[in-house]
């Protein structure tokens, strides 16, 4: 079965810093691998994907991410965040075997930006 | 929101009445999916739908059911209300190449208070 870790459920960092959101997964086949933000009160917004290619991938808003195949991770980066980028992030991943096309979604990071 | 809308938005109900949530998009996308969202679980998968007529459980569906009749409605019931259903309820959408990518677009969810 397919899993996803968020290791820290809040990550603070000071706005113009880099930061990032760490994510690692486990799944049998190749991976599909999705980050997600949500703000308050709002339905979860796309960000970007890993599907095959370039190992970085670069999303909306100035993220990106990065997959790493030996460390089974796809950690969440920006090179300077913004106080609008406080919010709740999620990771999630698809099972190529997957007839639902389901995702397991990690159990989330709030991202705190503070000036 | 990606052309998915959720009614009602904001519901309150007592215990034991049934309750109708209702999904609907506009993007013909194959894929449905009803999410809970609560404070320390995450996001968890009710039931999804793979076509018209064509559904199956997620990992919490005791106390739901669905129904899909046209491709763009979706209807979550809660066939008689507990307090422990009370929760943020997120309708998603998805298709698969070449029509998207796999990855899902959530609605703006419905807040669902049983008293």
């Not at chain 2, 894929?31 to 076509?51: E, F």
């Not at chain 2, 959408?93 to 669902?112: H, M, V």
């Amino acid at each position: 079965a397919q899993s996803v870790a968020q290791p820290e459920d809040q990550v603070n960092v000071a706005e113009g810093n880099p930061l990032t959101v760490k994510c690692t997964y486990s799944v049998s086949g190749n991976p599909y691998l999705f980050w997600y933000v949500q703000y308050p009160n709002r339905g979860l917004q796309f960000l970007l994907k890993y599907i095959t290619g370039d190992n970085l991938v670069k999303g909306s808003y100035g993220f990106e991410a990065e997959f790493n195949k030996s460390q089974t991770s796809f950690h969440l980066k920006k090179p300077s965040a913004l106080v609008s980028d406080s919010a709740l992030y999620f990771c999630a991943v698809r099972d190529g075997g997957n007839a639902g096309n389901m995702l397991t979604f990690g159990g989330g990071t709030r991202l705190m930006v503070k000036p | 929101d990606a052309g998915i809308t959720q009614s009602p938005r904001h519901k309150v109900t007592e215990t034991g009445t049934p309750v109708t949530l209702r999904c609907h998009q506009t993007e013909n996308h194959r894929y449905m999916y009803w999410y809970r969202q609560d404070p320390g679980h995450g996001l968890r998968l009710i039931h999804y739908s793979y076509g018209v007529k064509d559904t199956d459980k997620g990992e919490v569906s005791d106390g739901y059911s669905v129904s899909r009749s046209k491709t763009e409605d979706f209807l979550l019931t809660l066939e008689s209300a507990t307090s422990s259903q009370t929760s943020v309820y997120f309708c998603a959408i998805s298709d698969i190449p070449p029509k998207i990518g796999y990855e899902q677009y959530f609605g703006p969810g419905t807040r669902l208070t049983v008293t």
